[in-house]
């Protein structure tokens, strides 16, 4: 059975930077999607970046776009989060995942939860101010 397991979480402060990474095991995901989701206290899972399979294209959402960067390794089978210039509403737990169907898809599949197939137990982030 595929498994992910998220790492690199932590507790940084606001401006600063941290870097999540993320590796599978049981199967290779080198034809598959590959993306990050956040779920803070009381708000649902969302959307945060993603990388299709061939990683030459990426997604993010507006609230983290030109600060975050999406990037993946197939040889490894890896995928990694970098995250700069950190807000305190940047803080929740994080999730990688691995979407349901290989090759590419339109943009928007993307960006859709219920698309991903296998997810981590998630990593915190905390930012203080």
């Known amino acids: 059975q595929a498994q992910l397991v998220e790492s690199g979480g932590g507790l940084v402060q606001a401006g600063g930077s941290l870097r999540l990474s993320c590796v599978a095991s049981?199967?290779?995901?080198?034809?598959?999607?590959r993306g990050w989701f956040r779920q803070a206290p009381g708000k649902e899972r969302e959307f945060v970046a993603a990388i299709n399979w061939s990683g030459d294209s990426t997604y993010y959402s507006d609230s983290v776009k030109d600060r975050f960067t999406i990037s993946r390794d197939n040889a490894k089978n890896t995928v990694d989060l970098q995250m700069n210039r950190l807000k305190p509403e940047d803080a929740a737990v994080y999730y990688c995942a691995a979407d349901r169907l290989p090759g590419d898809h339109s943009s928007g599949y993307y960006y859709t939860r219920a698309n991903y197939e296998h997810w981590g137990q998630g990593t915190q982030v905390t930012v203080s101010s």
């Open positions: 049981g199967r290779t995901f080198s034809t598959y999607a």
